[in-house]
């Protein structure tokens, strides 16, 4: 299994040195991985790779003795690296977002607030896709566009979390925010070596309250909406530091966030940064001192994975 593994590793990661304009063999002469391995290592940042290749193969440990074995594991992210290749340092594709839907095909509003079915089976039932399917459609959708803007937000400028969201000075370059939602908070990370002291949006806080609370009498009845919803958007991976966050896949017990076993060190480190700088403290004033009812925590790839944490410690640590 291994073998197959390194084999489409290998035919992904002669795509990804053909992006880079860098192929040193011809098309029908394809070199053994070790070879690979050496060839992706000597591109240092060859236009358009969006990380000097040199520093990427030192800080994932891919040129160490004795790691050979991890050659499938690396090469087995080669088809996301044509994603951030494609995207990392071109121009803002704020364009390509597009509207989510409000409203189901059947006429319900969406989103409506997903069931709960801790402890979670070992499958889930397949009637689920049916009654959930759109509003699940509409947080990946949401996500989406969050994550095509991130790179338009790029900036120079120091940021952890921000209140609301930065508004673009060209309007065309906005983030395509869910309709009747209103922004909380925005959370940033930056960048790695590549692009050292870039700060890029990493994760965003949205609310939905209701329409009873517009009005403050009701409030003060405790006649609170149902459909009071809180959403954590937390994007993939874009950036060098986010690539080395993903490599950092040995397990550690150590975290701020007490969780039940041995978790991947780089989400839970990134998981650890969310929560302290703003996570808790909206999850705080928004569901615990205010009047949110329900909770949704979306990621996509590494931010899918720092989703399940957050969500955990959304649980069991406000």
């Not at 991890?70 to 088809?79: H, N, Q, V």
């Amino acid at each position: 299994m291994r073998a197959r593994v390194a084999g489409l590793g290998g035919l992904l990661l002669s795509v990804l040195l053909v992006q880079a304009r860098a192929l040193p063999w011809p098309y029908n002469n394809v070199p053994s991985l070790d070879s690979l391995g050496g060839a992706i290592c000597s591109l240092y940042g060859e236009d358009p790779l969006p990380f000097a290749a040199n520093n990427f193969c030192n800080g994932t440990g891919f040129t160490k003795p004795d790691q050979s074995g991890y050659l499938c594991d690396i090469l087995g992210y080669a088809e996301h690296a044509l994603q951030a290749i494609a995207s990392a340092n071109a121009s803002c594709p704020a364009a390509k977002q597009t509207r989510a839907a409000t409203v189901s095909r059947n006429g319900v509003p969406i989103p409506y607030p997903l069931s709960d079915m801790r402890p979670l089976p070992v499958n889930l039932p397949a009637s689920l896709l049916n009654t959930e399917g759109p509003s699940m459609y509409w947080h990946w959708k949401n996500l989406f566009n969050f994550e095509i803007w991130a790179p338009c937000a790029a900036t120079n400028q120091s940021r952890t979390v921000t209140p609301g969201y930065v508004r673009m000075s060209n309007p065309a370059l906005e983030w395509l925010r869910p309709v009747g939602w209103t922004v909380v908070s925005t959370q940033w990370v930056m960048d790695g070596p590549a692009q050292s002291g870039v700060y890029w949006p990493f994760a965003t806080v949205l609310v939905n309250k209701g329409k009873h609370f517009k009005d403050s009498q009701l409030v003060k009845q405790g006649k609170h909406s149902t459909d009071s919803q809180l959403v954590i958007f937390i994007r993939g991976t874009e950036t060098y530091l986010d690539w080395l966050t993903d490599f950092s896949y040995s397990e550690t017990s150590s975290s701020y966030l007490k969780f039940p076993g041995k978790t991947h060190a780089g989400f839970t480190a990134i998981a650890n940064k969310l929560w302290l700088e703003g996570l808790r403290d909206a999850l705080y004033r928004n569901v615990v001192k205010g009047h949110i009812k329900s909770v949704a925590v979306t990621g996509h790839s590494l931010g899918a994975g720092v989703a399940q944490l957050v969500a955990y410690a959304a649980q069991v640590g406000v």
